[in-house]
């Protein structure tokens, strides 16, 4: 074992949670500076193998963790190929939890994505196709590449590789190989060694939240209840495992067709929803938007997560966006985005809050309503999560 590893073990034997470890980065950071790469993997199989000799786990991982954001945020082949050695390590204490190991996958494949160009990663795609490990790993790589415009359908080995994944019905694998007109502008989160900034919901919503009626509010409406479990499960695959968080979600039937015009809080409480029951008309807000407004705001709640959360990083938080906009305009169980998207062009849409107990006028207060392109049934979801 390297000195400077052995040092670096023998200081993390007796720290405590009180105690600072930047010195412990400044050395990790030297190293990748330095392109010490093979230290820095051995740094990881150390600390992976005395994990059990060390006095608080807290210090390993950040360490480990530090590592190996250190690696996905230096540009350059040697960094991504280490990066993926290091994957491959188990990190037994961990994966006691059994949702660390696809976070910790799809984490790495978006910082990755955000700093290599495309040279690397598809010399990473390449070398790694064959590795059954690795699988998982490439299709949230591959995710982020294509949320961050990387021509991938026009890579014949990524398109090889989607259509194998795609066989054995990978969920990622049935994302197209390209962005939608929908997902033009998708807000994605930025990587520094330091920080990461993420997205908000409520920053992906246009200005012009209004509590005043509508032109054509309607009085009274009858409203049939059409929710199946399967449908709600569906609307609220964006914001399902907020933490801190309410949600509700809604299909319902009304007797007569409408447009955004008929709009107003006394038409949306009679839609059954708890979010703006008991609230008065001028304390719920409504803003009318587009199906790209609607996309980026379950996006933004999808990937970034609550106000406690991880969220699902841009993988899987494309995923779940687009499966939450299926929910919402009705499609059938197995449509394909495409599917999903005309229906989401073909329907209307409102973003709406209410100043009441329910929402905790935080920036993750989410109500979205789409009024499905028969124009007499809607799909409705609210979510809200706070410190």
């Known amino acids: 074992m390297h000195p400077l590893i052995q040092k670096i073990l ?103 994505a955000s700093k290599q160009d ?116 569906k609307m609220r695959a964006a914001v399902w495992d907020w933490s801190h968080g309410t949600w509700e979600a809604r299909a319902v039937q009304l007797d007569q067709t409408i447009s955004t015009d008929h709009l107003s809080g006394r038409l949306l409480r009679q839609l059954g929803v708890s979010c703006v029951q008991n609230t008065e008309g001028d304390k719920i807000f409504l803003s009318i938007i587009t199906g790209e407004d609607a996309l980026r705001i379950l996006f933004a709640a999808a990937s970034a997560g609550g106000s406690y959360d991880q969220g699902h990083y841009g993988a899987y938080g494309r995923l779940d966006a687009w499966n939450s906009l299926g929910g919402l305009v009705g499609a059938h169980e197995q449509a394909s985005v495409i599917e999903i998207a005309k229906l989401v062009r073909e329907s209307l849409w409102c973003y709406f809050r209410a100043d009441n107990e329910w929402f905790y006028q935080q920036p993750w207060d989410i109500g979205l309503l789409a009024i499905r392109p028969d124009r007499s049934s809607l799909g409705i979801i609210a979510a809200t999560a706070t410190y």
């Open 10 to 112: 023998s200081s993390l034997e007796n720290i405590q949670r009180h105690q600072s470890i930047q010195k412990h980065y400044q050395v990790i950071d030297l190293l990748a500076s330095g392109g010490k790469v093979e230290m820095l993997y051995d740094l990881a199989v150390a600390l992976e193998e005395n994990q059990w000799e060390l006095s608080d786990l807290w210090a390993v991982d950040s360490l480990f963790d530090y590592l190996e954001r250190v690696l996905a945020l230096n540009a350059g082949q040697i960094y991504a190929e280490t990066l993926v050695k290091v994957l491959a390590l188990p990190r037994t204490k961990r994966l006691r939890n059994p949702d660390f190991a696809t976070e910790r996958v799809c984490y790495l494949a978006a910082l990755l």
């Open 118 to 233: 495309m040279i690397v990663l598809q010399a990473l795609v390449q070398k790694e196709q064959e590795n059954p490990a690795i699988q998982e790993f490439l299709c949230a790589l591959i995710q982020e590449m294509i949320l961050r415009g990387l021509p991938c359908a026009e890579d014949l080995l990524i398109v090889a590789f989607i259509e194998k994944m795609r066989e054995l019905a990978h969920p990622l694998a049935m994302l197209p190989l390209e962005l939608t007109n929908l997902e033009a502008n998708l807000p994605l989160a930025t990587y520094g060694l330091r920080y990461t900034n993420s997205p908000l919901p409520s920053s992906q919503v246009p200005e012009g939240l209004s509590p005043t009626l509508y032109p054509h509010a309607l009085r009274d409406v009858h409203v049939t209840d059409i929710s199946s479990q399967a449908v709600i499960d």
